[in-house]
């Protein structure tokens, strides 16, 4: 048959067909699938089926009086289902059109249920666009089926003798695989609504502040184990009696009709403002996987170890896991160790009582852990404590027992420790500069923050900070761009907060450009040529170089692979690599 005489879509599978080697004249392909296998099939797509059954049984009687079949195909080209004419069905089983026949292209040729799963994309092929000769005989309509992601999952076909052709089986086709499709979508909404119901219920119940739905007339439908604390084990179905401390919001759909109400509630404390994981900005993969191992530490009440270089936010997680945690209500102290003079460290830490030594106050003074009890203690800088506070730290850990400096008397402490440091503890251990007992204590959930100049979301951060010291004017120039990737940041969020901020400045009302960031150190060429600063890593390089070539060349990646003299593919398997955005 000359391509002129076929569809476009007909000629473009006639041409895979002679790359698949295949002939007009080829045999029937006879490989049936049945047992096992196709009872296997068949249990897989049991909903599917039994919603097609559903639409097939109202195609019946017209399909049945144009003698044809209608049938449904998984998305591999196996028929898994068919209804119609019998006489039809009977002529059908010579060419296989049956319930375990693969009716893919590189197995019956150019046919309607091959095109659409190759094309995925309503098809119809009569006659001798059929590519083997024993299917002429056919006119065939198929139209694909796509579940809620977009992935094809089978083919709706209405077949007939070629005499019996007729221009709405295509649209009846189509309007069939809508309908199975839109059967589909149904059904997963409904099992997605049951799951974000559960989630809810599940994040409500294990929230630790009090949480309340109310209904119309402001009674209790559904209370977490937090707010029944309060208000007692029996209050679902009484009246809200509105206490103090709890937020009401009101719920409406579109038309502004009201359904229910959540009401939250905060304890205000001493009025401390702590940061939350909602606060934490970074796209960089790194960043936020360690984001996401810090929130699920939050749900336990195991010791928290942050490690990372000076300004890397150590603290805002410190600040983030104790919001997010059971605690949240209670205190949040934090201790740099580094401050401490050696000789009042136990006095800071445990307290000391009247008269315990000259200068002290004469009422005495409770301790930073007796202050944190039932909260969170965060002890920064610890790999600058003195060994003998140590051994003290040590032991209030062991046994949750201090005893304040000149007191014969114990109290009982229940707290969390997070301790930060920047420093290696591990090789301090090593060197006599650290307990390693204390060091193991600590070292409970250890969460490593990578420094700015090995993130991937450098730019993103910028902004983000640009934004909150100058809300109406937060733009960088190209140059900017440039020079804030080309730095190593030393100083990390902590110094590029301070040098946006001198640079929201100097630019007024302009947007930011090079000339504005004013870094303290030399710049990243006079360190390479002095050597006075740490050789970048290897991975460092690229990443580097790839973000100064992408943004050079303004993400035309094209241009940004040219730029660094390697392949396109290269340059986006490295991107997904690093994480790049």
């Known amino acids: 048959m000359e391509n002129n005489f076929l569809s476009e879509a007909a000629a473009a599978s006639w041409k895979r067909c002679h790359e698949f080697g295949l002939m007009p004249t080829d045999p029937i392909d006879d490989d049936i699938l049945s047992g096992n296998h ?4 068949l249990k ?34 196996t028929i898994i289902h068919t209804a119609g ?11 296989q059109l049956q319930v375990g026949a693969n009716w893919a292209e590189n197995r019956k040729g150019t ?31 198929s139209a694909p089926v796509f ?15 070629q005499e019996h052709y007729h221009a709405y089986t295509y649209t009846l086709a189509c309007l069939a695989a809508q309908s199975l499709q839109n059967k589909i979508l149904l059904e997963e909404s409904k099992k997605e609504h049951l799951i974000t119901l559960r989630e809810l219920e599940h994040s409500s119940l294990h929230h630790p502040l009090p ?34 401390g709890f937020a009401v919001e009101t719920i409406h759909n579109e038309h502004q009709k009201l359904w229910q109400s959540v009401s939250i509630r905060r304890t205000t404390g001493d009025g401390q403002h702590l940061y939350a994981f909602k606060d934490i900005v970074g796209a960089c993969p790194t960043f936020v996987q360690k984001k996401e191992l810090a929130q699920r530490a939050a749900g336990s009440d195991f010791p928290v170890l942050l490690l990372g270089e000076s300004g890397v936010g150590k603290e805002l997680f410190a600040q983030s896991i104790h919001t997010a945690s059971a605690r949240s209500a209670e205190p949040f102290i934090a201790i740099n160790c580094s401050a401490i003079p050696d000789s009042l460290v136990e006095s800071e830490l445990f307290g000391y009582a ?47 027992i201090i005893t304040p400096v000149g007191s014969a008397k114990s109290k009982a402490v229940n707290l969390r420790v997070i301790a930060a440091t920047n420093k290696d503890l591990a090789a301090e251990v090593k060197a ?21 100049r090995e993130r991937s979301d450098l730019l993103t951060l910028a902004l983000h900070l640009l934004q909150k010291h100058a809300p109406h004017s937060a733009v960088f120039t190209e140059a900017a761009k440039h020079k804030l990737l080309a730095y190593s940041w030393p100083g990390n969020i902590r110094e590029l907060s301070g040098i946006l901020m001198q640079a929201v400045f100097l630019a007024g009302d302009r947007p930011i450009d090079a000339e504005h960031l004013m870094f303290e150190t030399a710049d990243e060429s006079d360190r390479e040529a002095s050597g006075s600063d740490r050789p970048l890593t290897l991975k460092e390089a690229e990443i580097r170089a790839i973000r100064m070539a992408l943004t050079a060349s303004e993400w035309n990646l094209s241009k940004a692979a040219a730029r660094l003299k390697i392949g396109r593919t290269t340059l986006y398997r490295k991107i997904e690599e690093y994480g790049i955005t």
């Open 38 to 41: 196709m009872q296997s099939l």
């Open 44 to 77: 897989q797509n049991k909903q599917t089926i039994q919603f097609t059954e559903q639409i097939f049984e109202h195609l019946h009687a017209d399909i049945k009086r144009s003698g044809q079949m209608a049938l449904l195909i998984d998305a591999e080209g």
């Open 85 to 95: 004419d019998i006489d039809f069905s009977r002529r059908a089983l010579a060419v």
């Open 111 to 141: 046919n309607a249920i091959g095109v659409a799963l190759a094309e995925r994309k309503p098809v119809r092929v009569h006659a001798e666009e059929h590519y083997f000769n024993s299917n002429h005989f056919l006119t065939c309509a």
């Open 147 to 161: 579940n809620t992601i977009g992935e094809l999952i089978g083919i709706v076909n209405i077949s007939g003798k």
């Open 211 to 244: 949480l309340l739905s109310l209904s119309r007339d402001n009674r209790i439908l559904r209370a977490n184990h937090a707010a029944m604390r309060i208000l007692g084990s029996d209050a679902i179905g009484k009246a809200f009696p509105k206490l103090d």
């Open 354 to 400: 009247r008269g315990a030594f000259t200068g002290a106050n004469k009422d005495g003074s409770i301790g930073k852990f007796e202050a944190a009890h039932k909260g969170t203690i965060f002890l920064d800088e610890i790999g600058d404590m003195p060994l003998r506070a140590q051994a003290a730290l040590l032991r209030v850990l062991q046994e949750g």
């Open 432 to 452: 006599g500069t650290f307990r390693a007992d204390l060091y193991y204590r600590l070292k409970g959930i250890p969460i490593t923050l990578p420094a700015l």
